[in-house]
């Protein structure tokens, strides 16, 4: 058959749609394929900042948890001490009893056993805040002391300020190495302690950028171990060094009308008028009533009675 113009018209427009057909449903999926990646990169980025964000909050979440580790480890110190604190001062009885502490610092020294002979012809304990370095040298003293029943308490290894109060690293190196050497000395740990100086030392200021005493204070007490400073100072340190007479008249004078006075005196190689002094300080005492016991970390009314003025 033979072809119309007109069929042949509409051969070549079918013709046409079908390439424009074609062409039409190519656009129409380029741009779905093109929206649908916009959205999936979209939809991608917005989960990777909430990733993110997760990410964050857990290691937020981490490090409040490792916060809230360091206060609880804080706060049960925190309450150690205090309960160690409280322990001390708990057993305070101002029950109007008379006794006195005596003390003897700084030794001990080639005079040590003449200190213990005369505390027991006169028959009263006493507490000693040794010296470590000095332990050393004379290395059956400590024993003798705790055998004989006194106390022995920890005063310094060194005894030398710029170093034990320069800072804290210092004063915890000296301070563990006369606990230890007690310990194994004693069998038994120390529970007293006296700082050199006392625990207002103010001479310490001068070896140290920031005062570390209220720290090392608080690290003692932490240890459980009680620091016990004075209150009635024989003066017996002092220079010139003083008579017995001198000394006896000292510390009835320090000792006022104090009821449970802790009378600072010392163990020293190079005097013994201290040791001349202990009966007649033992004698008028008693006279006044008083009896003679040793201090312990529970120990009545003893707790922080600093002075201003160092101890030697
Ligand atoms: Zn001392």
Redesign the pocket.
Known sequence: MKSSPFSDLLKKTSHIHFYHLIFLVSVALAVIFCVFTVVQSARLGETEKQLSTLRGEAARANQLQSELQDLTKKYDEVSNRLAIKQSFSSTHTDNGAKIAYLTF??GPSKNTGLLLQTLQQANVKATF?V?GLNCQEFPNAVKEEASAGHVVGI??WT?KYPYIYANMANFKQDFTQLHDYLTAQLNTPPTIC?F??GTNNTVSKKYTKEPIMQEAVDWVEGMGIRPIDWDADAGDAESPIPTKEQIVQRVLKEIGHKNDPVILM?DFGNRTSTIEAVPLIVQQLQAQGFSFGTLSASTPSTLFKPVVKA??
Do not use: L, N, Q, V
């Open positions: 610092d700084d805040f010296i005063h310094s005894h006296r050199p100086g010392h101890a030697s």
